[in-house]
Each structure stands twice: as C-alpha cells, then as structure tokens.
C-alpha cells in the first residue's frame, strides 16, 4: 500500500520561504514521477511543479517559475518543494500526488497516489 505524506506547511510573511517536504512509502520510490498542486480558498486545484522519473525533467507553472524548486532526496524517499519569496496569492493548501507510471505532468489523473494536504500560508 502506498502512502503519501506531505509536511512543512505554515504561516510565513510576504518574501519568506517554506519547504515542503513530501514522503513516499510503500513501494519502490525511485520509479514514481511526482507532483506538487494547490488549491486556494474558493478556486479549482492547480498544477505547481513536477518531476519525471524517465527524463529527469522538471516542470513549473508560471506563477511559480523562478521562486519554487523541485527536489528529489532518493536517500530519504522524499521530494521536496522549496518556496522563496512567497506571496501572499501562494496561499493554499497544497498538495502532493505521485505517478507510479514515472512520467509525471500537469494532468491530476496522471496521479494515483495523492497527500493529504498541508496548509500554507502568506501574509502581507
């Protein structure tokens, strides 16, 4: 059985930084594509960033291109997003989902294995 959890949510001021860290259990980790999505108060979920398993590719929405970093810790089993510079339109609860199939992407259903959510949030 896998299991996502994600952690390191919290409430952080305009221009700070967070790091959210999501760990993978259950199977083999290496060959998962992951993703990271949010979903602010009131709108649809979102596609934030995600990394490929058989390429190795990453990939950034606009609103986060050049703030948020993907990483993956192999040693750890665990995927990291790190966000600098918050703002306070980052506010949401955001959530990470993995991809059995290694190959990742925008699309939600891509993912079959998915966090249960930690909250962030931005203040001005």
């Known amino acids: 059985q896998v299991q996502v959890v994600e952690s390191g949510g919290g409430l952080v001021q305009a221009g700070g930084a967070l790091r959210l860290s999501c760990v993978v259990s259950?199977?083999?980790?290496?060959?998962?594509?992951m993703g990271w999505f949010r979903q602010a108060p009131g709108k649809e979920r979102e596609f934030v960033s995600a990394?490929?398993?058989?390429?190795?590719?990453?990939d950034y929405a606009d609103s986060v291109k050049g703030r948020f970093t993907i990483s993956r810790d192999a040693a750890k089993n665990t995927f990291n997003l790190q966000m600098n510079n918050l703002k306070p339109e980052d506010t949401a609860v955001y959530y990470c989902a993995a991809d059995p199939g290694g190959w990742g992407g925008r699309t939600e259903s891509t993912y079959g294995y998915w966090g249960q959510g930690t909250q962030v949030t931005v203040s001005s």
């Open positions: 259950g199977r083999a980790f290496l060959g998962y594509a």
């Open positions: 990394f490929s398993r058989w390429t190795g590719n990453t």
